[in-house]
């Protein structure tokens, strides 16, 4: 006859024990919701107005799923009877979410605070194209995201 292993049996069953006792780690999503810490990485909200289409996020981007497009326009001299100046406008901005491995390198070298990350995490699709967010979606997610922290005194 086989001897039953009651060590091991016993073992087993005082973790299950434990766990029937124990607060789950995990929530019951998406009927209970966590409390997210307040920077986490959700979405990333564009500023279109500090960005100067240097391409930098679209060039660093290891996804490569950042696109974008622009072109020059002529502005008025700062001085009476200065030079034209020429500002760059943006034209498309757009994000691939079904590409992003939400590295954040893209908010970390952009030199114009164009960038913000949000908290928010909730824009599953049914189609994948459905992932790709352009410029106004990305502006639109610009109101959900948290004041900075107070500096340090
Ligand atoms: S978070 Fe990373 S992968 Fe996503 S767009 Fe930015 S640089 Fe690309
Ligand atoms: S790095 Fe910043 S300023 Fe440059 S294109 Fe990207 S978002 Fe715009």
């Known amino acids: 006859m086989a001897k039953i292993p009651l060590g091991g049996l016993l ?12 607060k789950p780690v995990t929530v019951n999503y998406p009927l ?10 959700g979405v990333i909200a564009l500023d ?9 996020c679209a060039r660093e981007c290891p996804d490569w799923c950042i696109y974008i497009e622009g072109h020059k326009e002529e502005a ?17 901005f757009d994000i691939d979410y079904a590409l992003c491995m939400y590295c954040g390198i893209c908010v970390e070298v952009c030199p114009f ?31 959900t995201v948290p004041e900075p922290p107070a500096l340090e005194p």
């Open 48 to 56: 279109v107005e500090n960005c100067t289409v240097c391409m930098l």
């Open 113 to 143: 605070d164009a960038l913000y990350w949000s908290p928010e995490h909730e824009y599953s699709e049914y189609r994948i194209s459905d992932m790709l967010h352009d410029k106004e979606r990305l502006t639109e997610w610009l109101e």
């Open 32 to 41: 209970e919701k966590e409390t997210l810490v307040p920077r986490a990485r």
């Open 76 to 92: 008025p001299p700062s001085k009476p009877g200065g030079r034209v100046r020429s500002r760059a406008k943006l034209d498309r």
């Open 11 to 22: 073992k087993g069953m005082k973790v299950t024990l434990k766990a029937l006792f124990t």
